[in-house]
């Protein structure tokens, strides 16, 4: 079965280090997308992309970037880890001509001590 | 003023009673309207799904948007335990899925 995942689940790490959550998914969709989940916030688009070497900004980019050298994954890297972005990373996929449904991981937790 | 406004709960009904869930959205550029479910420590999934106002039904859970007033809504009948999760509501525009904060419900056994 087709199926998106992330790794790893779980991380803990320092403030400034560089850290990248990976994201794999086996669905052949063009579309990948990287959310972050904060109470009282909902989910928040960090960055995506509609195809092979396409990546766009979201609305809270800063400090995050991502690259798409092939369909199936697209990783989010924290250039210098912050405090502020300890949260819960979500990456999903949809197909390009219907954007009705995206295809959730199962999220990763970090934590920058 | 927020694209997608959703009252984040907790909101709390006893098991069999019928739930109803909202969200309001400022963009009247949204083409799809869509509800997600997410139980905790998982990703969302999707509920369902419309295009056009009107009502579209799946089994207890129906799916009502009112464009005119830029009001959509979720409606559990005969609510389960199983359905204590959290419910995002979302709409898209420009390929992007722009999420609501997510009402969490408890269904009280």
């Known amino acids: 079965d087709a199926e998106i995942t992330q790794s790893p689940r779980h991380k803990i790490t320092e403030t400034g280090r560089q850290v990248t959550l990976a994201c794999h998914q086996t669905?052949?969709?063009?579309?990948m997308f990287w959310y972050r989940q904060d109470l009282g916030h909902g989910l928040r688009l960090i960055h995506y992309?509609?195809?092979?070497?396409?990546?766009n900004k979201g609305e809270v980019s800063d400090g995050y970037s991502v690259s798409r050298s092939n369909t199936e994954d697209l990783p989010l890297t924290l250039e210098s880890a912050a405090s502020s972005q300890t949260s819960v990373y979500f990456c999903?996929?949809?197909?390009?001509?219907?954007?009705?449904?995206?295809?959730f991981g199962q999220g990763t937790r970090l934590t920058v001590v | 003023q927020k694209e997608v406004e959703q009252d984040p709960g907790p909101l709390s009904v006893p098991e069999g009673a019928i739930v109803s869930l909202n969200c309001t959205y400022s963009?009247?550029?949204?083409?799809?309207f869509m509800w997600y479910r997410q139980y905790s420590r998982k990703g969302p999934e999707l509920l369902m799904y419309?295009?056009?106002?009107g009502n579209k039904e799946d089994g207890r859970f129906t799916a009502q948007v009112d464009k005119s007033s830029k009001y959509i809504s979720l409606f559990i009948r005969d609510s389960q335990p199983s359905d204590s999760a959290t419910y995002l509501c979302?709409?898209?525009?420009?390929?992007?899925?722009?999420f609501g904060k997510g009402t969490r419900l408890h269904i009280l056994p």
């Open positions: 999903a996929s949809s197909e390009r001509e219907e954007n009705t449904e995206a295809f």
């Open positions: 669905w052949n969709h063009n579309n």
């Open positions: 992309s509609y195809g092979v070497h396409d990546t």
């Open positions: 963009n009247s550029a949204f083409q799809y």
């Open positions: 419309t295009y056009s106002s």
């Open positions: 979302a709409m898209n525009r420009d390929d992007k899925i722009i």
